[in-house]
């Protein structure tokens, strides 16, 4: 009783008696933390492994007296509603994709430029660094926080029409898109159209033929066997998908800094721990799907690469004229006066 004394003062000390941070009658009942984290891929998925991770070490570290609830395959909210959700305290840890949060947070529409990295370092020099931190100030005024970038690899191509080759390929086939102005440029700017749709929509989407195909990491189109629905798929590694991990700030603050202390230290063993992770089941599944009977893959040369990201040009213009935010605007100032003086070239 006197602990949960304790617990309550301090949160409606913290929170200015609001409800929505922690759940009083988990606190008092159990009187411990339970962190519902709810996401929408696989269990056997990069961000569904790293959930679990951290899930067990938490638990086992706060001898029992932190619980988190994994909720895997959008079984409780599909990411149309996880930030809502969040916001108002029915969970406590999502980790959507970065394109998912573009609608909160525009600036975090660069991460879906295509062809803007070359490779996961590239990725971690943006998210560790300024830039990331920006984006977390940005979630921070609308009430979140970022806690993490995990990783899921870079997107490749599927459709049921034909292959996809060259970028005239795209001419006229529709694809489903996450929630980014980004990723819908991208596609108008090769001559295809595009639709906005939740991944729990997505398998249905393809097989009834609502649009022609869909961009996304191999672990996703190996997971939610996407691959029986679609006939071809080109390995182009034209976009990188990678999720925020992201709590509700005033959760997270109220929490006591022992505990919080030993939640982010397992998160920044996680995170190091998934992102390596990311990789293997990046190769490892990719294997995996070249073994599918019918399904066509085709793989980008480097230089077909570069045509690619000569055809999605229109995109980063877009951007550009877009952005507000200095920092960011700063960084893809440099990435276009690249661009423009190797297409000068
Ligand atoms: C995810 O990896 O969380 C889902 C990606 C998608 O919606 O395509």
Redesign the pocket.
Known sequence: MKSMTVWLSLIVLLLGCSPRAIDYDQVGAHDKLIIRFS???GEE?P?GLAAKRFKEIVETRSDGKIEVQVFPNSTLFS?KEELKALKRGEIQLI???T??VSPLVPEALLFDLPYLFHNQDDVWKIADGPIGEELNQLLEKQGYKMLAVWD?GFKQLTNNRHPIERPEDFKDLSF?I?PSKVLAKQFESVGSTSMVL??DE?YTALEQGHVDG????V??IYSKKLYLTQKYMTKSDHGY?G?FVLTQKEFWEAIPPEQRELLEQALVEVTEWERNLALDIDIKEYEALKAIQGLEIYELSEEEKQQWREAFYLTYEWFASQTQDEIIKGFITEIFEEGTSSKDK
């Not at 869909?214 to 990491?217: L, Y």
């Open positions: 996401h929408v891929t998925t961000k990411d980790a959507p994709a394109s998912k899921n489903r996450m939740a991944f997505l869909e961009e996304n990491t672990s996703n998908l999720y």
